[in-house]
């Protein structure tokens, strides 16, 4: 067997092992005032922050939660903004990486916090956010997570997959 026709025997195999999740209900069709209020929310949320601390945000609270829609629409947008894709792979584990910014790591480790809010937002995690941003940018993060969090419950919920709209 040549190299290609190996490539391509992995390839087929690969494929089908892909398994068709299939999306619940599509939210924003069925709740559109819900779905409207929640993307006015988004907006609002997203005023006066640095658009690639909010992608790194959304990308993060996404992986926490596993949502595979919103991980793939923030890591596009994050691509289409100029960020580097070694800053996207390493996001899973930014604590051991040395690519983040000391404000970026603020905003990450606040996004772990309140994302895994059973396990509560310590106070040093607030506090070393609130040295990097002010008052109200610190009200807008918080507002961005609330945001990314309910888009996350929301699309897994709902299972809302990668490449639907």
């Known amino acids: 067997m040549t190299t290609a026709q190996t490539a ?31 993307l006015a929310l988004d907006t609002a949320a997203r005023k006066g922050l640095d ?5 790194l945000v ?24 100029g960020e580097r894709e070694e800053r996207i792979h390493q996001l899973v584990a930014w604590e051991e990486s040395s690519l983040y910014t000391a404000r970026e790591r603020a905003a990450l480790a606040l996004t772990e916090a309140v994302t895994r809010l059973p396990d509560g937002v310590p106070d040093a995690v607030y506090a070393e956010a609130a040295r990097h941003f002010e ?20 699309n897994v919920t709902t299972r809302k997959t990668p490449g639907t709209t």
Request: with cysteine; glycine share 2%; net charge positive.
């Open 8 to 38: 391509r025997t992995t390839q087929t195999a690969q494929t089908a092992q892909t398994v068709q999740i299939a999306q619940r209900m599509d939210f924003a069709a069925v709740a559109p005032a819900v779905f409207k209020a929640v």
């Open 51 to 55: 658009p690639v601390l909010l992608e």
């Open 135 to 154: 008052e109200a940018e610190l009200a807008q993060l918080i507002a961005l997570i609330l945001t990314v969090n309910t888009w996350n419950r929301m």
């Open 58 to 81: 959304q990308i993060r609270a996404s992986q926490i939660n596993r949502c595979a829609y919103c991980i793939e629409y923030h890591t596009t947008d994050a691509r289409k903004g």
